[in-house]
Every structure is written in C-alpha cells, then in structure tokens.
C-alpha cells in the first residue's frame, strides 16, 4: 500500500514538472492532482492554456517563468497568487478575470496599458517591474495596496499614489519621476518613524510607508 501511494505521488509530480499542451488533458486522470496548491512551470516552450485547472480544484498559486507562449482564453479565477515573469505579456485585459488575486507579478514583460486593473481590488501587492508603463492613474483605485514595484518603467506622474495611504513599500526607480512631492509627506513621516523606532519611540503614525526606493541600490 504504502508503495503505490509513493508511486502515485511521484507520477503525479512528474506529469506537473512537464505539463505541456500534449500532456494537460492527462490530468483528468489523475484526480489527486486537485490537491496541489502550487503549480510551478519554467522554460515552456509549448503553449501554456488553462484547461488543466479546472482539474485542480485546491490550486491557489501559480508561478510562470521564462514561458513565451501563455494564452489567457481561459483564465482562472480560484487563485490568489499569480506570478508570470519574462513571459512576453503584452495585454492584461484578460488576466483582470483573476478578480481573487492579493498578488500580481508581471514583471519583465512587454506591458505598456494598465487601463483595466482597477477591478483588481483584492491586491495586496502589484510588481510591474521592467515593462513599458508610462500611465499608472488607475492604480489608484487599488487601495488595499502594500507594496508596489515600479521600477523601470516610464513613469513621469507619480501624484496618483498619493490616496494609497496602506501603501508600506514602494519601487519606483529607473523612471521618468522628476516631481516627488505627491509623496513628500508619506516619505517624511516613513523616515520620521524610522527615527523614532530606533529610539524606542512607536507613537502611531499616519502613513504605512516604510520603504521607499527611488535609486537603483549599487550590487
């Protein structure tokens, strides 16, 4: 008994370590799978649909890397975190069907329109590091936000942030940012209360804000 169970949990992870097109319509078979929580795929070079998940009724996160083929036709809507890096996205109006995401990682890919992401009001943290973002004002409507990655992009406004007072960390380097003064009282208070911690003082402050980077740190 104890053998097959063990045999059946390896079968399983390897048909996720190689889930392809050809191989996702296996998965029906193997009614198991809808445990896993986490599905991690790399380097695909097949195209990657969603058909699968409906198969996986306990998935909740799922990590995308290097994978330049993903199709967004049928999205998933069960998962909280979602993570799709250097994988060539160019639109994310259908992504915003993820209405249950806390966190959204898109960086290093080719977005340039946001427009539709205000709907995402569940966000907890956004990272849209290193694409092609230049207008950023419907992020504004996302006011659960805590952290928030920006960086290398083509930001010149930054003054919609301002009503985002959960905000606790902040990217926003390699930009186009020459006004910082949406942000001034946030960033004074946050260095404030950076002081005033160190000395033992934790009075209650008005701003969340703890990190702020606009500069590239030197590596």
Not at 12 to 24: C, F, H, R, W
Not at 120 to 137: P, Y
Request: glycine residues 2%.
């Amino acid at each position: 008994m104890g053998t097959t169970a063990s045999m059946t949990r390896s079968r399983d992870k390897e048909i996720l370590s190689q889930l392809t097109p050809y191989n996702q319509k296996m998965i029906i078979k193997y009614k198991k799978l809808c445990k896993f929580k986490t599905l991690q795929i790399e380097n695909d070079p097949e195209i990657i649909d969603f058909y699968f998940v409906d198969y996986l009724s306990g998935l909740n996160v799922v990590h995308f890397t290097d994978c330049q083929n993903i199709s967004f036709e049928k999205t998933p809507t069960i998962i909280r975190y979602f993570q799709a890096q250097n994988c060539n996205i160019q639109n994310v109006e259908k992504i915003i069907q993820m209405q249950q995401l806390v966190y959204l990682d898109l960086s290093n890919n080719k977005i340039t329109d946001i427009s539709v992401i205000d709907t995402m009001s569940e966000l907890i943290s956004l990272i849209l590091s290193n694409n092609q973002i230049s207008d950023i004002s419907h992020v504004a409507s996302l006011v659960n936000l805590i952290e928030l990655k920006l960086d290398n992009n083509l930001i010149e406004d930054i003054s919609v942030l301002k009503p985002l007072m959960n905000l606790g960390r902040v990217w926003l380097f390699n930009n186009k940012i020459t006004n910082l003064e949406p942000l001034a009282q946030q960033m004074a208070i946050a260095a404030d209360q950076s002081h005033h911690h160190r000395h033992g003082d934790h009075d209650h402050y008005d701003s969340n804000l703890e990190y702020f980077q606009l500069q590239p740190q030197n590596v």
